[in-house]
């Protein structure tokens, strides 16, 4: 009889991963679907505002090829370029009728490793106006010793520049940080920096593009990570 197979326990990270957990300095968290849950309102929006440059606009596609840069999914669908400051606008205007809520935990993950003398920061692609609201709304605006937001930074992830540039504001290196995010953007930009990589389901992207991307580990939700850290 052939040995039973050991199943992967995806609840708990590698040994390697959760000594670079337990180390790091510092924690950077993207915002849109990794401490806010605003997938389903992002999708919502994209929809309503393709609809309105007569563009369809394929879900499946969209979580396939989702990237924090809206740019790249305006290419995708063909908008023209010379619309894009308008569609910039509309985009606002259709998404700031509601805010989004945190991810069940996200708060009190992050207060956890506050308390427990870990340096964090935001890196989004967001706008300021638009997170900062959303921030305030979910009691988060104090909660991060650097922000870095998407319309202030001359490069876009998955460039490394913006979480180099959190490295820098927090003092460390950026081989100390965990950067944790829900699409392949923020893995490669995580990568390219040499940062640990990891993912979180509350976005677009599945497990395994979340890996190919360069994930060192992808978990559920924030929660998780941080409870594997061991530093809460």
Same mark, same amino acid.
């Given at each position: 009889?052939?040995?039973?197979?050991?199943?992967?326990?995806?609840?708990?990270?590698?040994?390697?991963?959760?000594?670079?957990l337990a180390?790091?300095?510092?924690?950077?968290?993207?915002?849109? #679907?990794? &401490?806010?849950?605003?997938?389903?309102? @992002?999708?919502?929006?994209?929809?309503?505002?393709?609809?309105?440059?007569? &563009?369809?606009?394929?879900?499946?596609?969209?979580?396939?090829?989702?990237?924090?840069?809206? +740019?790249?999914?305006?290419?995708?669908? #063909?908008?023209?370029?010379?619309?894009?400051?308008?569609?910039?606008?509309?985009?606002?205007?259709?998404?700031?009728?509601?805010?989004?809520?945190?991810?069940?935990?996200?708060?009190?993950?992050?207060?956890?490793? +506050?308390?427990?003398?870990?340096?964090?920061?935001?890196? @989004?692609?967001?706008? +300021?106006?638009?997170?900062?609201?959303?921030?305030?709304?979910?009691?988060?605006?104090?909660?991060?010793?650097?922000?870095?937001?998407?319309?202030?930074?001359?490069?876009?992830?998955?460039?490394?520049?913006?979480?180099?540039?959190?490295?820098?504001?927090?003092?460390? +290196?950026?081989? @100390?940080?965990?950067l944790v995010?829900?699409?392949?953007?923020?893995?490669?930009?995580?990568?390219?920096?040499?940062?640990?990589?990891?993912?979180?389901?509350? #976005?677009?992207?599945?497990? #395994?593009? &979340?890996?190919?991307?360069?994930?060192?580990?992808?978990?559920? @939700?924030?929660?998780?990570?941080?409870?594997?850290?061991?530093?809460?």
């Amino acid at each position: 009889m052939a040995p039973p197979v050991k199943l992967l326990d995806r609840s708990r990270p590698p040994r390697a991963v959760a000594a670079r957990l337990a180390a790091a300095d510092g924690w950077a968290f993207d915002w849109d #679907g990794t &401490l806010i849950d605003s997938f389903a309102r @992002t999708m919502a929006t994209y929809r309503d505002l393709f609809a309105h440059f007569g &563009l369809a606009f394929d879900e499946a596609e969209f979580r396939a090829h989702y990237a924090p840069d809206w +740019r790249r999914i305006y290419r995708r669908v #063909g908008l023209a370029e010379s619309r894009w400051p308008e569609a910039d606008r509309l985009w606002v205007s259709i998404y700031e009728t509601e805010v989004a809520q945190l991810v069940d935990g996200a708060a009190a993950a992050i207060a956890g490793l +506050r308390a427990a003398g870990v340096r964090t920061a935001l890196v @989004t692609a967001g706008h +300021r106006a638009r997170v900062e609201l959303e921030m305030r709304a979910n009691g988060l605006a104090d909660a991060f010793d650097a922000v870095i937001f998407g319309d202030e930074v001359p490069h876009q992830k998955p460039d490394p520049a913006p979480l180099q540039l959190a490295a820098r504001y927090l003092r460390l +290196r950026p081989s @100390t940080l965990v950067l944790v995010g829900d699409a392949m953007d923020d893995m490669a930009m995580a990568r390219r920096a040499d940062a640990t990589a990891i993912g979180v389901l509350t #976005g677009a992207a599945e497990r #395994g593009r &979340l890996r190919k991307a360069g994930a060192h580990w992808v978990a559920d @939700t924030v929660p998780t990570v941080v409870r594997a850290s061991g530093r809460v």
